[in-house]
């Protein structure tokens, strides 16, 4: 058997998140391959997928904007995030999120539309390039409306009114706008932005995702040895409990840790309609570089 060493156990847990204790024993059982002792933590739910060179982060900065019933989310990429604390980035994003607001979330629209300057977004965002020296681009973004209501926006740590790097819509169908309404529609872009949830109702919710979860629930069901009839019990349990963490109106609301939030949004007379979460660099996968290693490559010492 191979030498479990501090250097392997050091890698599987870089590789995985999981902790160094639970890092040796994976490897002990897997005989120190590995990939299977990867597989071993992720059986034991250990694995916290945490591979620095998959770790999905970007730069650059995310933008919310509202009108009359109706309000708009970008998010604008980067390289650094020197980028973004630079005050004409900062105003791009800004531009593009008033006219997302203005055409609608096409990106090609948004690209062809026209700017201050007399530039198109698309001709605006090269001059940023040359300007700023360093690649940029427009990833996504995303408006959502009511007939009547509010659509609230809110701004985590956010480093200028309606700039950050997570924001958050809230749709909420009522007869009428209020302040209260505006509050409460802030008020669950806070929670959104704490819980992220998936979906927004139990209908809404992903019916591949579902299934998986079914799966993984009934195997952990069955290792318990109780009878086909209450596995099913439990399982439709564990589902129940698989809702409350991913669908928004059946969360707890963070406010008061006990209310659903179906219940908070009934009780101001309201219909949450729509929501959408941006957090800046989620899904994009970043490359790291060995700045030591390029610099040892390029003097020829590597």
Request: negative net charge.
């Amino acid at each position: 058997m191979a030498e479990i060493t501090a250097a392997l156990v050091r890698e599987l847990r870089e590789k995985t998140g999981a902790g160094m204790m639970d890092c040796k024993k994976a490897l002990t059982e897997a005989a120190a391959d590995m990939e299977a002792a990867i597989d071993w933590l992720r059986t034991k739910g250990l694995s916290q997928a945490a591979k620095k060179s998959g770790r999905t982060t970007a730069e650059g900065l995310v933008g919310v904007v509202s009108g009359p019933n109706r309000a708009a989310m970008v998010e604008v990429n980067a390289e650094t995030d020197f980028v973004g604390r630079n005050e004409a980035f900062q105003a791009f994003v800004e531009q593009v999120a008033h006219v997302a607001l203005e055409v609608g979330e096409d990106l090609e629209a948004i690209k062809a539309a026209k700017v201050p300057s007399g530039r198109t977004v698309a001709d605006e965002l090269t001059h940023l390039i040359a300007t700023i020296g360093e690649n940029m681009s427009i990833r996504r973004a995303r408006v959502l409306s009511v007939e009547s209501g509010v659509v609230a926006s809110y701004v985590h740590s956010a480093l200028r009114p309606g700039i950050g790097k997570i924001g958050v819509l809230a749709a909420l169908q009522a007869p009428s706008e209020s302040d209260a309404l505006l509050t409460l529609g802030r008020q669950i872009g806070m929670h959104v932005a704490a819980t992220r949830p998936a979906a927004l109702d139990v209908a809404s919710v992903d019916p591949e995702a579902l299934e998986r979860e079914r799966a993984v629930l009934i195997d952990q069901a069955r290792d318990s040895g109780k009878p086909e009839a209450i596995i099913e019990k439990m399982v439709e349990g564990r589902i129940r409990k698989f809702y409350e963490e991913v669908v928004l109106l059946e969360q707890v609301w963070v406010l008061d840790g006990e209310s659903r939030v179906a219940k908070v949004v009934d009780k101001a007379g309201a219909k949450l309609v729509g929501f959408e979460r941006f957090q800046l660099g989620e899904g994009i996968e970043k490359e790291e570089n060995d700045f030591a290693a390029e610099v040892a490559a390029a003097a020829g010492t590597k």
